[in-house]
């Protein structure tokens, strides 16, 4: 398969849950070499896009698929094992597969060697996002998905965190595909954002996407890093709770950055 | 004379117990990490349905336990999908609703005699050559498949979805382990009762994390723990003529007071 091409594409894709819609028309791909930045307020659908990504449930429409054979090395949000369950960081990492020189090298590329012989229901949770993170390495993934890795992860240690993640693609090429709240470190450290409020306010690149009434009206102006007013053609707006609203019955409530991205 | 025949149910008694205490040590083990102790004790409760229903039909014990016990898992995964119920609220239902269903279908049984003891509390002392085949092969079988699901077993322990989305057959590896908790259950029936299986699979494990390093070293610990109680309680209840089934189970609640004594220890130091 050539650079190119898309590792994992979601087209047009909805899902509800419970009877309530969650996701609506999504558009999503991950290429190899790009990270992309999934951000978007809490409950606008972030995890269930995710999961959708990574074939853990299907869309009631449209299309969520990856290229077939691709190994996902995925990061979960939640990690809790059981108490009673004897298990050291190097067999987490052994199960993944590899020698303990490989658990050594990847732990140590996440700065968590010292971790080793520990249990892992004694880490804290940024310890844990970095042995989970070496974990998903040891498995040479072409897609890396990591929901919301740097939660709990000190200030210091979150702009190492996304630094991590560059080099990481710099030097195995894989695609990453992450969920984020740090806004700041996702603009400085990702290729493409999505931001999501159920459907795809805006995408493209993260100047682009900074300056986007969407984002703006998302996240408040002090968020926009390169405030710009210009004027936009702008077929909805958004409720108290953050539901997309047509303001003339427009069935398409998705706009792209993509068709005003040449700034 | 009469004292070998006695010496003869005591072996008899001590085999059964221990081949079921083999199986017991890997299985509780996964159990406890999966925090489903009470979704075991349900499958214990319906196996009393599946013994009656098998009762009524004259069909093999250990089938008709079975094939309850996976009607009613089949069941709670459905209704568990629904979101309406907590997982709690739906096991204190089908626990009991098949309890309760498995008394009223064994007092349709009439003309045979069923001693509703000897199935709630077991009846050891009963255990035939054939009970011990029954056992022997039943275990056999269940560590053997036990063995070839184990990794992916521990993939989905540690976490489920990382574990499906790395290609696990998360769906089919669950299925058998409900499987072989309901062939465990059915082998066990007669050496500790349904009403008891869940402690001798479940206080050997947590007797055994006391000392375990790792997840095969805490299931192997907890086999022999479990072997431990088994010859206590058959050995109390020789002595002091208690029931042996909650014998066993005392000697093994023993024995985790114990283990307790020692984590106290090391904290300490």
Known sequence: MHDSSALLTVRAASVSVGGFSVLQKVDLTVERSEIVSLIGPNGSGKTTLVRLALGLIDPDQGIASRVPGIVIGYV???????????????????????????????????GAAHL???PIQGLSVGETKRILLARALLRSPDLLVLDEPAAGVDMGGQAEFYGLLGKIRDRTGCGILLISHDLHFVMAATDKVVCLNHHVCCTGAPDAVTRHPEYIALFG??????????????DHHHDISGEAVADDGAE????KSGAHNHG | ????????????????????????????SILIWRRMVFYGATLAHAALLGVALSILFRAPTIIGVIIICIIVALLMAAFGRQNKLSQGTLLGIFAHATLAGGIVVLSFASG????????????????SWNDLIWIYAGGALGLGVLAMIWRHLLAVVIHEDMARVEGTPAALVQFLFMVLVALVIAIAMKIVGILLIVSLLVIPAATAR????????MAGLASIVGLGAVAGGIWASYLADIP??????????????ISLLFTIRQHNH
């Not at chain 1, 398409?252 to 706009?255: E, G, K, L, R, S």
């Not at chain 2, 004379?1 to 509780?28: C, H, Q, T």
């Not at chain 2, 066993?248 to 007071?257: D, E, N, Q, S, Y």
């Open chain 2, 112 to 127: 045979v005699r069923v001693d509703l003891n000897a199935l709630l509390f077991g009846d050891i002392l009963a255990v």
């Open chain 1, 252 to 255: 398409n409530v998705t706009d």
């Open chain 2, 244 to 257: 042996a089934g909650p014998g066993i189970v005392l000697a093994a609640t023993f024995m985790f007071g």
């Open chain 2, 1 to 28: 004379m009469k004292f070998s025949r006695m010496d003869e149910f005591l072996v008899r008694a001590l085999l059964g117990g221990f081949g079921v205490a083999i199986i017991s040590g890997p299985l509780g």
């Open chain 1, 76 to 110: 979960p949000q939640l990690f809790s094992v059981d108490e009673t369950l004897p298990l050291t960081t190097a067999r987490l990492l052994s199960m993944a597969g590899g020698d303990r020189a490989q658990v050594e090298e990847a732990l140590a590329e996440v």
């Open chain 1, 116 to 118: 080793i012989r520990r």
């Open chain 1, 221 to 234: 102006p002090e968020m926009a890093t390169g405030l710009a007013v210009y004027a936009h053609e702008h």
């Open chain 2, 210 to 217: 006391q000392f375990a390093r790792t997840p095969e070293s």
